[in-house]
T-cell receptor, first 114, second 110 residues
Framework: NAGVTQTPKFQVLKTGQSMTLQCAQDMNHEYMSWYRQDPGMGLRLIHY???????DQGEVPNGYNVSRSTTEDFPLRLLSAAPSQTSVYFC?????????????FGPGTRLTVT | GQQVMQIPQYQHVQEGEDFTTYCNSS?????IQWYKQRPGGHPVFLIQLVKSGEVKKQKRLTFQFGEAKKNSSLHITATQTTDVGTYFCAPNNAGNMLTFGGGTRLMVKP
């Protein structure tokens, strides 16, 4: 199993550009989520999904969209990038929605918005 | 979500010294997870604590959940350079939703 994969590893955007961060998992996990981590800080939940076709907002959803058309994929879209979105983005997955399980994190995408 | 405060923010220790990080909440937690993040890496799950007063050990790491389920701690005995990283506590809200503390960054001098 590859686990949780994220692409790209690094990205530089100009203010106002849009892009999609990709996340995929091959463990048949129901639950997937996106976090952002700013320098020297903890992780903050952006959006999450408890299964295909179901998404919901986390703590800091503004400026981001998600969709979950398959169990495996959970892309994160930045609609109009802003310098405040410069961060490291982590995707995570967990076996069953609604229960407390360990979360498996991807390697992250380092995004810089100029 | 449930907010937690982690202390200290940073800790420098000499290799071989012990290290403890604390996670405190003003509300009762249903359960709490601990993660380790190496510099430049991603968070990796260490343990989950569920029961009041629970103590779990993993080699040199000891995890505790307070009797009132409002605090938790991670203690590392005789630190090694491989212990370097940031340790996060993360209470679990409503199933899978984690709220991460700010983390404690551990630096170990060889």
């Amino acid at each position: 199993n590859a686990g949780v994969t994220q692409t790209p590893k690094f990205q530089v955007l100009k203010t106002g550009q849009s892009m999609t961060l990709q996340c995929a998992q091959d463990m048949n996990h129901e639950y997937m989520s996106w976090y952002r981590q700013d320098p020297g800080m903890g992780l903050r939940l952006i959006h999450y999904s408890v299964g295909a076709g179901i998404t919901d907002q986390g703590e800091v959803p503004n400026g981001y969209n998600v969709s979950r058309s398959t169990t495996e994929d959970f892309p994160l879209r930045l609609l109009s990038a802003a310098p405040s979105q410069t961060s490291v983005y982590f995707c995570a997955s967990s076996p069953l929605a609604g229960r407390s399980y360990e979360q498996y994190f991807g390697p992250g995408t380092r995004l810089t918005v100029t | 979500g449930q907010q937690v405060m982690q202390i200290p923010q940073y800790q420098h220790v000499q290799e071989g010294e012990d290290f403890t990080t604390y996670c405190n909440s003003s509300t009762t937690l249903s359960n709490i997870q601990w993660y380790k993040q190496r510099p430049g890496g991603h968070p990796v799950f260490l343990i989950q604590l569920v029961k009041s007063g629970e103590v779990k050990k993993q080699k040199r790491l000891t995890f505790q959940f307070g009797e009132a389920k409002k605090n938790s701690s991670l203690h590392i005995t005789a630190t090694q350079t491989t212990d370097v990283g940031t340790y996060f506590c993360a209470p679990n809200n409503a199933g899978n939703m984690l709220t991460f503390g700010g983390g404690t960054r551990l630096m170990v001098k060889p």
